[in-house]
């Protein structure tokens, strides 16, 4: 099932991560989970709650993102916990669960694989693979991940440099599945009051590097929801290509990161003023900027 590339030869050219490397003038390409395409001219939302909680929560998720506008559904099966006395997640039987609803609702989902040798068995069931912050640096996963044709969220480690997430992108695109999307989820510095530091320019660094669509995570960013919707505007108002939310139908009842959990009334409000500022979005969306946009 891994495939370390050995076979794969370093590319032309200078850059640490050639198949990754944005070229000069070369736009985003696109990616696509289950459809919705990210990195094209559209702001995509990927939004539900942090974990699989049941047939019923993960419906009721399902149905009210949609109904608000959410493009995608995502939910963990297998959560990557800090505590092992914390909720660990339903596995594959929250997996088949939450593909019910996504399809109930028409919605392709994403969900979080945390070890290789599940890749097989998840694939079918998936519209895209989540690599979390803790196994961004998880090669054995990266390896195996790029023997798929599935798509690839890749979240940025908290304490991983630029260079090493591009890097870890390089990976998976080694082992031959170049289908993939940046997600900045926050990085650890020396607060304590926001959940993580949002490094959006360290989003934006990675925009310009690379021709992979660039998402932000302002969840588990910042953990505090009456600071999400805002940080939400600044993504898409800096022209990047996406979010992914953490929504739950009852924030207080939820079995992971609850106190970071969008309402459905909050996430309403959120996806409400984004389309108004997603009116104006052709001025500032990446190539449709001036020259001197720095690019390539
Ligand atoms: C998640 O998306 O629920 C998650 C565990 O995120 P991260 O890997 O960014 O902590
Ligand atoms: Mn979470």
Redesign the pocket.
């Known amino acids: 099932m891994n495939h370390p590339p050995t076979h794969a030869k370093v590319l032309e050219g200078d850059a640490a991560f050639p198949r990754v490397a944005r070229r000069a003038g070369q736009r985003t390409i696109p990616v696509s989970f289950g459809g919705v395409l990210i990195g094209g001219r559209g702001f995509a939302v990927i939004a539900g709650p942090?974990?699989v909680e049941g047939p019923e929560q993960i419906h009721t998720a399902a149905s009210e993102v949609a109904r608000r506008g959410a493009d995608v559904l995502?939910g963990?099966a297998f959560?990557?916990r800090t505590s092992p006395y914390s909720f660990q997640g339903l596995g594959l039987e929250g997996l088949a669960m939450m593909r019910e609803a996504a399809d109930a609702h028409g919605l392709p989902l994403v969900t979080?694989v945390l070890t290789p040798e599940r890749v097989e068995a998840m694939a079918p069931q998936v519209d895209a693979f989540?690599v979390?912050?803790?196994?961004m640096h998880n090669t054995a996963l990266l390896h195996a991940l790029g023997a798929t044709e599935r798509p690839i969220l890749l979240?940025r480690g908290?304490g991983s440099t630029l260079t090493e997430w591009l890097l870890a992108a390089e990976h998976i695109a080694s082992a031959g599945n170049e289908r993939i999307v940046l997600?900045e989820?926050?990085i650890r510095a020396f607060g304590t009051e926001t959940r993580f530091t949002l490094d959006l320019a360290g989003a934006l660094w990675a925009q310009d590097q690379s021709h992979l669509p660039v998402i932000v995570?302002p969840?588990?960013a910042i953990g505090q929801p009456s600071l999400i919707p805002r940080a939400a505007a600044a993504v898409l108002a800096a022209g990047l290509d996406g979010l992914?939310v953490?929504v739950h139908p009852s924030p207080e009842e939820a079995l992971?990161?609850g106190a970071q959990a969008l309402t459905l009334d909050r996430f309403e409000a959120m996806m409400r003023d984004l389309k108004t500022l997603d009116a104006r979005r052709p001025l500032i969306a990446w190539g449709e900027r001036s020259e001197e946009g720095g690019r390539g």
């Open positions: 942090c974990s995502r963990g959560k990557p979080e989540q979390g912050a803790r196994n979240k908290f997600c989820r926050g995570d969840s588990h992914m953490e992971s990161d």
